[in-house]
């Protein structure tokens, strides 16, 4: 999704890939200079694995957002309940957006413009997969149902695809004349449709939801409000979309979480307190959406806050408290649920 000004997406030049294809980290790479990390999660049952960080600056640039002094980055999971926390990856730079594939064999993060994979029960090091040209990726990326293809946006503004394997990359996307730049968030149950938000038109901009179809194919506009809307994603039934959205706040920055049917209709509120609400992800069995938190006044999905993950019924209902941390832009962006809607994998990025 489009971050908070100044526009954190990727400029940087990434380092080119290995001429010997695909890179792994390699065990010369680990950092021992952190101190291994303190949880205190409820229930939490944190991997025996070493928790070292990996040592990322020789495989890839830093991204326009660094890490803090003393400060890492940490793929973990956790089941829905809040138990069951395990730290799959600690990285002295900063990792975002994990997906979960549709197998529940792998989590897919970004990381210095690229896309990597690591084995769910970090059994093994991170691997980058190959996006041929395109190399300035953001955290906004999102997997088919079959677990075939990879749907992400790059810094061009644009949407692409490319094979779970890696490839040189399809675009999705359309020119427009004038200002529009795509931020791809959802797909639907049957991965024909993209959902994604758009920031667009002249200052002040506009970011509103749209759809396009998976192949390709013209633009859908589904909201045409000046309040800032964000993180449509499809309901496992396709019946919605969840998103969150500025529209009915009082004070600027207060977003709520909302759904709508897939053509921009009955649209509901499902959040109403005094907390900013953001990123609304449906399990895949339909049970829960887990979102993230910001605390009361937070303009944006800022990083480097104390936020909440929190669950509710698809209704709004049953809301409660899962885990809280330091983190926010980059922690839970798009879909990262477990395919048997058990756990979900989010970033944390804790200070020493």
């Known amino acids: 999704m489009p971050p908070n000004n100044p526009h954190p997406k990727m400029r940087h030049k990434p380092k080119p890939p290995s001429?010997?294809?695909?890179?792994?980290?390699?065990s010369s790479h680990i950092n021992a200079k952190l101190p291994l990390p303190n949880h205190s999660t409820k229930g939490a049952a944190i991997s025996a694995r070493p928790h070292t960080p990996l040592s990322l600056s020789e495989f890839f640039a830093p991204g326009d957002r660094p890490l803090r002094p003393g400060q890492r980055a940490e793929l973990r999971t956790i089941a829905h309940d809040g138990s069951n926390e395990t730290t799959v990856l600690i990285a002295d730079q900063v990792i975002e957006a994990p997906n979960w594939t549709p197998d529940g064999q792998w989590l897919i993060f970004n990381a210095g413009g690229e896309l990597w994979r690591i084995p769910a029960d970090g059994s093994a090091k991170p691997e980058q997969i190959?996006?041929?040209?395109?190399?300035?990726?953001?955290?906004?990326?999102?997997?088919?149902?079959?677990?075939?293809?990879?749907?992400?946006?790059?810094?061009?503004?644009?949407?692409?695809?490319?094979p779970i394997s890696g490839g040189e990359p399809r675009k999705v996307s359309n020119d427009h004349e004038g200002f529009f730049r795509y931020y791809l968030h959802?797909?639907?149950?049957?991965?024909?449709?993209?959902?994604?938000?758009?920031?667009?038109?002249?200052?002040?901009?506009?970011?509103?939801?749209?759809?396009?179809?998976?192949?390709?194919?013209?633009?859908?506009?589904?909201?045409?409000?000046?309040?800032?809307?964000?993180?449509?994603?499809?309901?496992?039934?396709?019946?919605?979309?969840?998103?969150?959205?500025?529209?009915?706040?009082?004070?600027?920055?207060?977003?709520?979480?909302?759904r709508m049917h897939p053509d921009g209709t009955n649209i509901e509120?499902?959040?109403?307190?005094?907390?900013?609400?953001?990123?609304?992800?449906?399990?895949?069995?339909?049970?829960?959406?887990?979102?993230?938190?910001?605390?009361?006044?937070?303009?944006?999905?800022?990083?480097?806050?104390?936020?909440?993950?929190?669950?509710?019924?698809?209704?709004?209902?049953?809301?409660?408290?899962?885990?809280?941390?330091?983190?926010?832009?980059?922690?839970?962006?798009?879909?990262?649920?477990?395919?048997?809607?058990?756990?979900?994998?989010?970033?944390?990025?804790?200070?020493d």
């Not at 001429?19 to 390699?26: K, L, P, S, T």
């Not at 649920?337 to 990025?349: E, L, R, T």
């Open 130 to 162: 190959d996006t041929g040209s395109i190399r300035r990726l953001n955290n906004d990326h999102v997997l088919s149902p079959d677990g075939q293809t990879i749907y992400m946006s790059n810094g061009d503004g644009h949407l692409y695809a490319v």
């Open 19 to 26: 001429a010997y294809g695909r890179r792994v980290f390699q």
């Open 186 to 258: 959802g797909i639907s149950p049957d991965g024909q449709t993209l959902s994604f938000v758009a920031i667009e038109g002249d200052e002040p901009r506009r970011i509103n939801i749209f759809t396009i179809p998976s192949a390709g194919g013209p633009d859908t506009r589904l909201s045409d409000i000046d309040k800032p809307n964000d993180g449509p994603e499809f309901s496992p039934d396709g019946q919605w979309i969840y998103f969150n959205s500025e529209r009915a706040a009082k004070t600027p920055g207060h977003a709520q979480i909302f």
């Open 269 to 351: 509120q499902l959040t109403t307190d005094a907390r900013v609400n953001w990123f609304p992800h449906p399990s895949p069995d339909g049970e829960w959406i887990v979102f993230i938190s910001y605390p009361e006044n937070t303009l944006g999905h800022p990083a480097d806050k104390s936020v909440i993950l929190r669950r509710m019924r698809p209704d709004g209902s049953d809301q409660s408290d899962i885990t809280a941390f330091f983190g926010g832009q980059g922690t839970i962006n798009v879909n990262s649920w477990s395919p048997d809607s058990q756990h979900f994998a989010y970033v944390a990025y804790p200070m």
